[in-house]
């Protein structure tokens, strides 16, 4: 059976940090790329980041290039998600996808999705 589990979130001031991550079974985590997405709440689900299988690649959507960090350790079957400077519009359910392929990154190419993490930034 195929689980990821996304243990993390939480509420956060804005400027803040947290970290996220995301354990894989039931499958070969490392032959999959992985990624974040997230869903604003009344918006689209979206992605965030995305690191290659072997994690030699990285992409991230343009609003949090300076700000998070994806990242993988494949011996933990695990894939973070470092956010430093959260702002309220970062305030989202958080999921972790799994897929064959790194690009492209949207969602029909993602077989296995975690439950979702509420993050929220707020004063």
């Known amino acids: 059976q195929v689980q990821l589990v996304e243990p993390g979130g939480g509420s956060v001031q804005p400027g803040g940090s947290l970290r996220l991550s995301c354990r894989g079974s039931g499958y070969t985590f490392s032959n999959y790329a992985m990624a974040w997405f997230r869903q604003p709440p009344g918006q689209q689900r979206d992605v965030v980041a995305v690191?290659?299988?072997?994690?030699?690649?990285?992409y991230y959507k343009d609003l949090v290039e300076s700000r998070f960090t994806i990242s993988r350790d494949n011996a933990k079957n695990t894939v973070y998600l470092q956010m430093n400077m959260l702002q309220p519009e970062d305030t989202a359910v958080y999921y972790c996808?799994?897929?064959?392929?790194?690009?492209?990154?949207?969602?029909?190419?993602?077989?296995?999705w975690g439950q979702g993490t509420q993050v929220t930034v707020s004063a």
């Open positions: 996808a799994a897929s064959p392929y790194y690009g492209p990154f949207a969602e029909p190419v993602y077989d296995y």
């Open positions: 690191i290659s299988r072997n994690g030699d690649q990285r």
